[in-house]
């Protein structure tokens, strides 16, 4: 393991022949590992393909299944997909309103998993000096611009939950 900084590498090796070992006492993790296609190291910097169909006639994906933000913000996003789906549900039969939660979720969400990209590629980025700088300004930029910045995710007025009768 390394010190303050270490980020594994995501395209590391794994030693399956340890895990295996390890969790011999395991039936499900046992299963899982003899079935992973292609695993990787556990690190935190690592970003799941985008799902770009997220519904057919008769099914959805929501929330994570349909994208993980790795943002600090997937449950608010997994909650807001519930309300406009619903609300969509109450106006609109299936599969239409399947169809109009995909277009009504698309654009906030993409803007979503932007910022979680960019938000990674800094920290990947960044040297101390840089981290210093970075830091430097953004406690500047927090007091003056942030409202402005984040108002998109922040302020979003998603609707009410449809009521039934
Ligand atoms: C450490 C950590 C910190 C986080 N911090 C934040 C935060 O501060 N703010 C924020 O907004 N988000 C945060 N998130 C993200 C947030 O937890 C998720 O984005 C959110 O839970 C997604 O909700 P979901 O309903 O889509 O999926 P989940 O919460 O994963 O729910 C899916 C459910 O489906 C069940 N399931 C899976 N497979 C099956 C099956 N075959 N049959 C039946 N059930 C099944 C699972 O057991 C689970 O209960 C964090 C996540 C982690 C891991």
Redesign the pocket.
Known sequence: MGGAGHRPDPDAPLDLAMLRDRYRHEEQALAVLEHATDPRPPTRDHVLALVPIWHDDRTVL????AH??GA???????IEDAIVLAQRLATDPVPAALAAYDEARRPRVNRMLKAGADNRARKKAANPVRRRLTDTVMSFGLKHFYDKATGWLYNYDVGELPVTA
């Open positions: 929501i929330g994570d299944a993980p933000v600090g913000q997937g449950a608010s996003m997994a």
